[in-house]
Every structure is written in structure tokens, then in C-alpha cells.
């Protein structure tokens, strides 16, 4: 590391804007989005799309519901022409979308993007220049009045071009490329000379987009810099204010949602934030944050599984597990505690009011995912997660204290295996445990009789390979089924639920000679087998305890 990094970067110099209205002002509706996956984040992929792919792609983003899609850089790849014109002339492109090209300011090259636009019924050109003294000084070899004449010739010559064409309407989009490291009356003084060179009126509105091309200060500083320049654009009802913000520090989103607030009406950026270097704003995100925030972003993620899959095979760029909202692990718990709120905040949820469930800051459904993953389990999770799962999967509603000693055995065996367990390895331990425990002895068959004294249990059993027939006598045929076992068993708890077609019963029992309690569990159709086998199986396990007892204190 440099020993002081203040001696080689400098930071931008923040705008003299003392009486900023940004903070005090919130985001109440969309802006216009465009995407640019075609282009920018195209130009990104170690791979760039073939047409097939793009045009894929494309289809994905208008039925997302994308009215704006930059569609290429015509003029730079023979593909990308191609491809424009297949939309083109193959009449691809809806009624209500605008499709968009981009092309540096030459003379051969506006010529050739606007060839490849010709016939669209409305096409918007992406005029830009590098503004920032770095570039003006080491890329051209500029001076401000040269960079604005520059301006000047290169959109009034898009314009002639233009304006001989009519069946097509047209719209400029000029970019002082490199917005964010430019002296802001510097950005305002070409933004002002294209729209003095376009000509701009009730009909024909001009978009000036202002990218943060490099990220290079804190949100707040973006913010300030659109706001400075949403007040001075004339004029300005003429203009649509647009942003690209890139994520070369990672706040691409933050810089983004701030410049909404400062005055920006128009969003460019790619599903999932693809682009150069560290990105371009991420779509997906941005427009959820507004959906969680009770604003419809115009979007449609009602299936954001499909949408990630769609664009991996087209980018052949995977999506983080991470991702928000997007990724295959947001909405998974493995945390113990979260675990037990997610649980307890589903459980509590009216469908009819405001989505309030802990650790969940959207409803999984609304973007097409289930509940089945928001729940998993391994060495962090703690007895709410599996209860969550064992309920949910399989009907299985363990009673608090059962799900704390149920909890312990599933931590001993992901601890040993170091892997997360599925619901339905869960049920199977389940099973293993409680259903199907040690079977000493194995109950064959049982009846039972009420009588004026109670109820008569008769159970047909095998001990160690040997029939016996107990019989016993209570209250209820729990309590004649302990007296039948002739053990010395106490019954703490009993409940009955039911569990899919089938009853199941869950008995805490505790034996005297055997530290503590523990659980048994039986499922019938009849209440009563269900009863019978969960105390058998409760007295089992307890049983095998007593024997293991005497070795583990030897030990």
C-alpha cells in the first residue's frame, strides 16, 4: 500500500450547491429505463452476443416491459449493424419502444449509425464526447472552445442527416462523457451547445444523459452535480435528464437512487449490472429498491428466476447467489434466530397487510419464488429453520422442547458432515428418531375396549424375537398403554394434529432412572395407533438411554 495515498489521488472537488434540495426529497415514481445490455454491457462480455443471442436478449427486454433499449454501436461492428437492421426490417421492434444506437462524434460514423437506424419508426441517436480535462488533455489535444465546436459541427450534422430522413422520428441523446470528473461549467456548456445545435421544442425533446462513466466520489457528490445541472439545462421542459452511472466504487445503486432525487428523470443501466469494469447501475436492483418502497417501478420481476436464466445464457455470465433479489440464496436463512423470525413473521403475515416478516425486505412470491428455500439447514441454524422446514414439507409440528432436543441431533450430524441438510434428509432423521425408534420391544398389533372403568389396552408385542401379549388398563389409551408396558413411565405431554390424510401424535415421556425427557412420535389413520406407537417408541428410546447409561458413565 502507498504509505500516503492523499500524494497520488485527488479527490473531485465537491459543487458549490449550499442550498441543495436533494435530501429533503424522496422518490415517488419510475423513471424512464433504458437498458443497455445490448451495447454497454455487450461490449463487456469476454464473448460479445452474436445476433441470435442479442436479439433473444432483446425480446426478454421488452416483454420486461423496457420502452427505451439501446440496441448497439453500429458503426464500430459489422454484428451490431446487422443485427439493428434485422430489427429493423424484420419489424422486430414494438410500436411503443424506442430502440437506441450510439456513435463518437465523426462525420463516417454518424453516417453509418444513421443507416442503420433508417426505417425504424422512432430512433433515438447516442451522440458523446469525453469532457474531463484528462481526456480533453491526453486523448485530443483540446481546448474547451475546440471541444465545443467540435460539438457544435458533429450534431448539426446529425441533424441534416436527420432531417432528410422524416419517416422515421428522430431523437438526439448527447453525453458529456466523463460527466463526473468534468468542471461543471464545462458539462453545462456542451450540454447547452447540443441542444442549441439540435433545436429542441414541444416536439422534439432532447435527451441529455450524464454518466458517471468512472466512479469517482461519493453518491452525495453525483447528486449534488445532477442537481446543479437540472437547474441551469434551458430549456429545461425540453429536456429529459437522464443518468448512467457505472460502479467502479460500488454505490452505483446508491448514486443512481440519489440522482433521481436531485432531479434525474431517466435511468440507463443492464439487468443485474453488467457492464465495464465493475459494472453498469444494476436495473433489477434499483427498480426492486422502488418496489419495496410502495413505488411500481414499471418492470416486470414477477418471475426473476426466468429473467437470471435468460440473461446467463445470453451473457454466459453467472449471477451471484448473493445477488439482491435475484440470487439463488436472498431469501435463504441459515441462521438459527433468523431462522425463528422468518418462521414465527410467515406465520403472522394477513395477506391483507403490509408485508412486515422479519429478515424478508419483499415478499419471495412476488418475484415468482417459493417459500421452500427461505429455510435451510446446517451447522448455524437452531431449532425454528427445522421446525419451519418439517412443518411446511410435511405437516410435522413438534412442540417447543421437542424441537430444542430435535435441533442438538441435527447439529450433531451437520457438524459431522460439514454440509447443509434438505427438508427432506430432515424427515428422514425425523422418522429414524421418533417414528421408528429402537424396536424393543416392536409392537405387532393392539386393540383396545372402553369400559365403565376406563379403557383396556391388549398390545401383541416381540421382545428380542418373542411374542407377548400385555394387557393393561387407564384412563385413556395412553394411560392403559403405559400400564400394559408394566414401566415405570410418567407421560408429560400429548398432542394430537394432523399431518397430511394422517393423524400424528407426539408423546414426552420420562422414565424413572433416566435423567430427563424425551420424545416419541406414532401416525395413523386411527388416533389410537398413532397414540399406541408414539408412547411404545417414546419408552424405547428412553429404555435404550437406560442401558446406554452405564457405559457412558464406565467411560
Not at 454466459?316 to 436463512?333: E, K
Not at 398390545?459 to 408394566?486: F, K, M, N, W, Y
Request: proline fraction near 6%; include cysteine.
Amino acid at each position: 500500500m502507498i504509505a500516503n495515498p492523499a500524494t497520488k489521488y485527488q479527490p473531485i472537488a465537491p459543487v458549490a450547491l449550499t442550498d441543495r434540495q436533494w435530501p429533503s426529497r424522496s422518490i415517488s415514481r419510475a423513471p424512464v429505463w433504458l437498458s443497455t445490455d445490448l451495447r454497454d454491457g455487450n461490449q463487456a462480455l469476454f464473448e460479445p452476443m452474436n445476433c441470435e443471442r442479442k436479439l433473444r436478449l432483446f425480446h426478454e427486454l421488452v416483454r420486461i416491459g423496457f420502452k427505451e433499449i439501446e440496441v448497439g454501436f453500429p458503426a464500430a461492428s459489422q454484428t451490431d449493424f446487422d443485427c439493428v437492421r434485422r430489427l429493423v426490417d424484420d419489424d422486430l421492434i414494438p410500436d411503443d419502444v424506442r430502440i437506441m444506437v450510439i456513435t463518437q462524434l465523426r462525420e463516417d460514423l454518424i453516417a453509418r449509425t444513421v443507416q442503420a437506424v433508417r426505417g425504424a419508426r422512432h430512433a433515438i441517436v447516442h451522440l458523446y464526447n469525453a469532457t474531463a480535462p484528462a481526456w480533453r488533455r491526453t486523448v485530443f489535444g483540446m481546448n474547451v472552445a475546440q471541444m465545443l465546436q467540435l460539438i457544435r459541427h458533429h450534431v448539426g450534422y446529425l441533424r441534416q442527416l436527420t432531417d432528410a430522413q422524416p419517416a422515421t422520428r428522430w431523437t438526439l441523446q448527447y453525453s458529456p462523457e466523463t460527466f463526473s470528473a468534468t468542471e461543471p461549467d464545462v458539462s453545462l456548456r456542451a450540454c447547452q451547445t447540443a441542444i442549441s445545435a439540435w433545436g429542441t421544442g414541444p416536439d422534439r425533446r432532447i435527451i441529455i444523459n450524464l454518466p458517471s462513466t468512472v466512479e469517482n466520489a461519493t453518491p452525495n457528490v453525483f447528486a449534488d452535480q445532477i442537481e446543479w445541472m437540472h437547474r441551469r439545462l434551458s430549456p429545461r421542459e425540453h429536456v429529459l435528464l437522464s443518468v448512467h452511472p457505472h460502479n467502479d466504487r460500488g454505490t452505483g445503486v446508491a448514486a443512481a437512487e440519489l440522482a433521481m432525487m436531485a432531479g434525474a428523470q431517466r435511468i440507463e443501466g443492464c439487468l443485474f449490472g453488467n457492464g465495464e469494469r465493475c459494472g453498469n447501475v444494476d436495473i433489477v436492483t434499483l427498480a426492486l429498491n422502488l418496489y419495496t418502497q410502495g413505488v411500481s417501478p414499471g418492470l416486470d420481476f414477477s418471475d426473476i428466476t426466468a429473467v437470471a436464466r435468460v440473461a446467463e445464457e445470453c451473457t454466459a455470465l453467472p449471477v451471484h447467489p448473493r445477488h439482491p433479489y435475484a440470487g439463488d440464496l436472498v431469501f435463504t436463512a441459515f441462521s438459527g434466530s433468523h431462522q425463528d423470525a422468518i418462521r414465527k413473521g410467515l406465520a403472522a403475515q394477513d395477506p391483507d397487510a403490509a408485508w412486515a416478516v422479519p429478515y424478508l425486505p419483499i415478499d419471495p412470491a412476488d418475484l415468482g419464488r417459493t417459500y421452500d428455500g427461505v429455510i435451510r439447514v446446517n451447522s448455524q441454524s437452531g431449532k425454528g429453520g427445522i421446525a419451519f422446514l418439517l412443518e411446511r414439507g410435511y405437516g410435522v409440528v413438534m412442540p417447543r422442547r421437542m424441537q430444542v432436543e430435535f435441533s442438538a441431533l441435527v447439529q450433531r450430524q451437520t457438524d459431522a458432515s460439514e454440509t447443509e441438510m434438505s427438508g427432506d434428509a430432515l424427515w428422514e432423521l425425523f422418522r429414524a428418531t421418533y417414528l421408528q425408534a429402537p424396536a424393543q420391544p416392536a409392537i405387532v398389533c393392539h386393540s383396545h375396549r372402553p369400559g365403565a372403568d376406563g379403557q383396556g389396552m391388549e398390545l401383541d408385542v416381540s421382545i428380542g424375537g418373542a411374542r407377548e401379549r400385555l394387557r393393561g388398563q387407564g384412563c385413556g389409551p395412553v394411560a392403559a398403554t403405559v400400564d400394559a408396558l408394566g414401566l415405570p413411565l410418567r407421560v408429560d405431554h400429548c398432542e394430537e394434529r394432523a399431518a397430511g390424510v394422517q393423524t400424528m401424535v407426539i408423546v414426552e415421556a420420562a422414565l424413572e432412572g433416566v435423567a430427563g425427557s424425551t420424545f416419541g412420535a406414532g401416525a395413523s389413520h386411527c388416533s389410537v395407533t398413532a397414540s399406541v406407537q408414539a408412547l411404545v417408541n417414546a419408552a424405547n428410546r428412553l429404555m435404550q438411554r437406560r442401558r446406554s447409561a452405564p457405559a457412558a458413565r464406565a467411560a
